[in-house]
């Protein structure tokens, strides 16, 4: 099976999870491609990342600000790759990626990404990025299926009770981490039948116990979770 999975940043040091999950799926045979939003803000990460060579499945979607005129070609090129290949998109195609302002440059990179790893599957991380392939799968007509899974930090306060409509509306199924993001999934208009828990837990191996010592100055101890 061939899975893309959509991210926000990749690799982050904080979502180890995303890095879990994603080398859990290539030991089980399946084939893997990684489509991240923007490049990470810090240099380091999981050493799952070099073990398994992550970068080199990894494309981003950010143009690049310091080559703006090689890359609006590169988009321009791109979308009309885009119109030769799905000429019954078309108007779908121009609705959606022109003009080419950089939120629609970004779909454009999508679009093409999406095409060449031709996915069974897209697992999407973060509300957001589900939105954003329901509605590029719209776009190119595409059959795979979309997987949206909720982190809690996405449900937000927006009192907007429709943010997520067409994604609820359009997407296969969802997954939550807790049984509060459910409840607000639900909320928000997902279908608690297509909506599955799934918590997070923590690979206790990667973090060998080591004896501390109370400061005896203070006799507190401070935990940091």
Same mark, same amino acid.
């Given at each position: ?20 999950? %994603? ?10 491609? %990684? ?5 990470? #803000? ?14 080199? %499945? ?28 799905? *000429? ?7 609705? !959606? ?75 296969? &199924?969802?997954?939550?981490?807790? &049984?509060?993001?459910?409840?607000? +999934? ?5 279908? *608690?039948?297509?909506? !599955?828990?799934?918590? %997070?837990?923590?690979?206790? !191996?990667? +973090? *060998? ?9 203070? #006799? ?6």
């Amino acid at each position: 099976m061939k899975v893309t999975v959509i991210t926000s940043q990749f690799p982050y040091l904080s979502e180890t999870f995303i890095v879990d999950q %994603i080398v859990g799926i290539l030991k089980l045979g399946h084939q893997v491609r %990684i489509i991240s939003v923007s490049h990470p #803000d810090m240099k380091l990460a999981q050493p799952e990342v070099q073990r398994y060579d992550l970068l080199k %499945i990894t494309r981003y979607l950010q143009p690049d600000q310091k080559g703006r005129v090689a890359e609006l070609l590169f988009c321009v090129v791109a979308f009309i790759k885009l119109l030769l290949k799905y *000429p019954g998109r078309a108007p779908k195609l121009c609705s !959606s990626c022109l003009p080419f302002s950089t939120p629609k440059r970004i779909f454009v990179r999508l679009l093409g990404g999406l095409h060449s790893d031709n996915p069974d599957v897209v697992h999407c991380h973060f509300g957001p990025n589900g939105e954003l392939v329901t509605r590029a799968r719209e776009v190119l007509g595409g059959s795979f299926a979309v997987v949206t899974s909720f982190w809690g930090c996405d449900m937000g306060t927006s009192s907007d009770p429709n943010r997520y409509s067409d994604l609820f509306r359009l997407g296969d &199924s969802f997954v939550a981490n807790t &049984s509060f993001t459910k409840k607000r +999934i639900t909320e928000l208009g997902g279908a *608690p039948n297509r909506t !599955s828990i799934m918590p %997070i837990g923590v690979d206790l !191996s990667k +973090i *060998p116990f080591t004896n501390r010592l109370v400061p005896l100055a203070t #006799d507190r101890l401070r935990l940091l979770t």
